[in-house]
């Protein structure tokens, strides 16, 4: 019987003038380490309206560790929290995120390079795109709403996406933000992405419908492919 395969993990610093953001994360679930400890995430270094950022060992808002995932994610954007939470539980992933953003400016810095640095964390822990599914789609519901995301881990970035929004703002992220994130994380990730909502009225379900589908789509995607080891899901032979 072979070995197991070694996890795909990533460790992560997006650091700009605008923002400071470290990124851990295991595509395969498990255990993660604390992240790294640096003075750009101290409360005497917390520009307002930024609020202090919680210790790693405690339990907040976006916080969820299992025996199979560990999940802690503060980006000083609840409901952004909320999105990434739900994205990497059902993709099985374990998620570590602490940003400190330009939050008084508006939302748009942080959410933007919160999904940059995950999509770089995200093509690092794969790796060579060998003996993978490539390909993963799903439909998610959320009561009245209903989201269908594809996926192709093709190393061409493109993302398309179709939103119904009722409003502008959900908590403190503009709904603006949602397509803008995916498609900074489809370019960082060298993805080829389609998320739409089919219907709805609640943009919060809405949402939270699309990042479950995206979640699956992703699962199904990363997901190796036992006898094909080294092997490339394409006519060209490459994904690069």
């Known amino acids: 019987m072979p070995p197991p395969s070694p996890r795909r993990t990533a460790l992560i610093d997006h650091i700009t003038n605008e923002t400071k953001i470290q990124v851990a994360l295991s595509l395969d679930g498990g255990p993660l380490n604390f992240l790294p400890e640096h003075d750009d ?24 560790i299992t025996a199979s995932q560990h999940i802690w994610i503060w980006t000083g954007i609840g409901f952004l929290d909320h999105m990434l939470h739900a994205w990497s539980k059902h993709a099985g992933w374990s998620l570590r995120v602490r940003c400190r953003g330009d939050l008084a400016i508006d939302d748009h810095h942080t959410t933007e390079d919160t999904f940059l640095a995950l999509g770089k964390a995200f093509t690092t822990a794969l790796g060579r795109r060998v003996a993978i599914a490539r390909f993963g789609h799903a439909y998610a519901p959320l009561d009245e709403g209903l989201a269908r995301a594809v996926l192709d881990i093709s190393s061409r970035p493109f993302f398309n996406g179709c939103f ?19 498609q900074s994380w489809s370019q960082e990730a060298g993805v080829t992405l389609h998320v739409d909502v089919l219907k709805g009225v609640n943009d919060h379900h809405m949402a939270e419908a699309a990042f479950k589908a995206l979640a699956v789509a992703c699962r199904m995607a990363c997901a190796r492919v036992d006898g094909r080891e080294g092997e490339v899901a394409s006519t060209k032979g490459v994904l690069s």
């Open 41 to 64: 995430f101290q409360p005497e270094n917390l520009p307002a309206p930024n609020t202090p950022i919680p210790p790693q060992n405690a339990t907040h808002h976006a916080s969820q």
């Open 164 to 182: 119904m929004w009722k409003g502008t703002m959900m908590g403190g992220m503009n709904v603006q933000m949602v397509e803008h994130g995916l």
